[in-house]
Every structure is written in structure tokens, then in C-alpha cells.
């Protein structure tokens, strides 16, 4: 794998330096959250791909609320005791769509191991909602792994959104650290049950540089579509915080060109490679 040096990188490279988001649509959106406010992580997050994926009518929301039960260590949301359920969440998002007129909405949640239900219900009545109050968009569910139960993932599956996806974030090997309660082959089983039960397109996304090597990064590729999955999405771990996990390395372009051409070979139907990407970019194609 091609690093920039042999040390833990201290400043950005040239390619990682985006541009600020422009455009009419862009511009509609902006002030359609912040009149409405409106929830997005593509704002919440300062997504490098906002103005691209908003231009396109794409938007990504979080539910369950803002603490997560889980302590990764790439995250950059709180972790701690989260609030209690709010209800009626489900018709906010669903609202929230319909006001900025999305085409294709990426829902995403904290994990909260707290629940019961892993917070499955709240996740199938939202889906419901935005269904019934925007018949036209179509939808990915970012999932967590709802720590393997069956029952919470048929939830998902009955809801049936055109894509599902969970991100096993890391090769093997850092699991444990960057993923402190998560598992790896717990994430492939998830990924492989979601196909199983009839999904038509499951979707899972990597982060680089954290120190694994060009081996591990194909062998997790590989790992994924013996799983069935359909979509990969490898971009560049960026460090949030000073307590965060720091970056090892900065992968060129060069080198997720290589990784775009090895899923492609593996059998992907959509290989998103590169620095900036991220898990819901051009997600809208990811349908097709």
C-alpha cells in the first residue's frame, strides 16, 4: 500500500481539499434546513460530498438520536446512556423529505443495545412513514448489525428499502479496535442473512488508512462478496477528534484506483473508491 510517510501523517495532501459546495439546488436545500431546521448528517457530519449528493437530490438522516450505545473508535458521535424513544420520529423524517423534495433518502441510526429491539421498530415505522408520505423516493437503510438477532433484521427485510447496508468498517484484524463491540464475521453474517431473505441490494463500505495492508484490504473485498453483497464503498478514515484512533496513513488515489478495479473484477455491480467517499455517495446509483 502507497503512503505519504513512514510516520503518522500531520497535514491533509493535496487531494483530501475540496471545494465548497455550490449550486441552485445546493443552495434551495441549505435553506430549507436551516428555515425547517432540519436534521441531516450530510450537515451534522460536514460531508466533503454534500453539495454533490443535494445536487442530485440525495440526503442522508440519522435516527434513534445522537448518543450511541457503542465506543468505536474512528466515531465521531457521543457515546453514553441515550434518550428515551421519540415516537414520533418516524414523521419528522419522512416530513423532512418530503420538504426538500428528495429523490433518493440514506437512513442511518446510532446503535442502541439498549433496546430491546435494537431500535428495529423505530426503524420499520420510519421506513413506513417515508413510504407513505413520499411514495417516489426510494431508499437505502445504513444499518447497524442490531447485534445479530434475526428477529430485528426481519424487521428490515420486511420493510424492504431498495438497498441495505452495514458497514463492517475495517479488516479483520482491527476490528477489535476500531469496532470495540462490534465483530467481524458477525457483520458478513448479517450482510449474508439481509441476501438471504430475499434483499435485491446490500451495500457495505470500508475505511482506509488505519494500518492495514493491501492484502488484508482485497481479502476483506473478497469477504464481502462471498457474502453476496452487491455494493462496496472504500474511502479515506479521517481522524475526529484528538481522542480518536489516529489516521496512519493517507492512501493516494493511485491506490483506491487498484481497490475500484479489484471489486470490479470480484463481481461488485458498484465499486465507489477514492479519499472522499463516503458511505452514501452516489447512493441514488447504487439501485441500479
Known amino acids: 500500500m502507497e503512503t ?8 491533509k495532501p493535496k487531494w483530501l481539499k475540496v471545494k465548497l459546495p455550490i449550486g441552485q439546488k445546493y443552495t434551495e436545500l441549505r435553506g430549507l434546513v436551516d428555515k425547517y431546521s432540519l436534521n441531516t448528517i450530510c450537515t451534522s457530519g460536514s460531508c466533503p460530498n454534500m453539495g454533490e449528493c443535494w445536487g442530485e437530490g440525495t440526503a442522508t438522516f440519522m435516527i434513534l ?16 446512556r441515550p434518550e428515551t424513544v421519540d415516537w414520533d420520529e ?26 430491546k429491539d435494537g431500535g428495529s421498530i423505530i426503524w420499520i415505522e420510519t421506513v413506513k412513514a417515508i413510504r407513505r408520505m413520499n411514495p417516489n423516493t426510494t431508499l437505502e437503510t445504513l444499518i447497524p448489525d442490531f447485534q445479530g438477532m434475526e428477529r430485528n433484521l426481519d424487521r428490515i ?15 479483520r484484524r482491527l476490528t477489535r479496535e476500531v469496532r470495540i463491540q462490534a465483530k467481524y464475521d458477525r457483520s458478513l453474517e448479517v450482510l449474508r442473512y439481509l441476501k438471504e431473505k430475499g434483499i435485491n441490494r446490500t451495500k457495505s463500505g470500508i475505511m482506509l488508512g488505519l494500518g492495514e495492508t493491501e492484502e488484508e484490504v482485497f481479502q476483506t473485498m473478497t469477504d464481502l462478496r462471498n457474502a453476496n453483497v452487491d455494493v462496496v464503498t472504500i474511502g479515506q478514515y479521517l481522524q475526529p477528534s484528538k481522542k ?15 481497490y475500484e478495479k479489484f471489486g470490479l473484477e470480484l ?3 458498484h465499486v465507489e473508491s477514492g479519499p472522499l467517499v463516503r458511505s452514501s455517495y452516489k447512493a441514488q446509483k447504487h439501485i441500479l
Open 4 to 11: 505519504i510517510t513512514e510516520n503518522i501523517p500531520t497535514g
Open 65 to 80: 438520536g445522537n448518543v450511541c450505545t457503542r465506543s468505536c473508535g474512528f466515531c465521531g458521535v457521543k457515546t453514553g
Open 90 to 115: 418516524p414523521e419528522k423524517v419522512a416530513r423532512s423529505i418530503k420538504i426538500m423534495n428528495i429523490k433518493h433518502a440514506v437512513i442511518t441510526s446510532v446503535d442502541r443495545d439498549d433496546l
Open 157 to 171: 427485510v420486511e420493510a424492504n428499502p431498495e438497498v441495505v447496508s452495514h458497514n463492517v468498517e475495517t479488516v
Open 244 to 258: 480518536h484512533l489516529p489516521v496512519k496513513e493517507f492512501i493516494t488515489p493511485e491506490q483506491f484506483a487498484r
Open 267 to 269: 463481481g461488485f455491480r
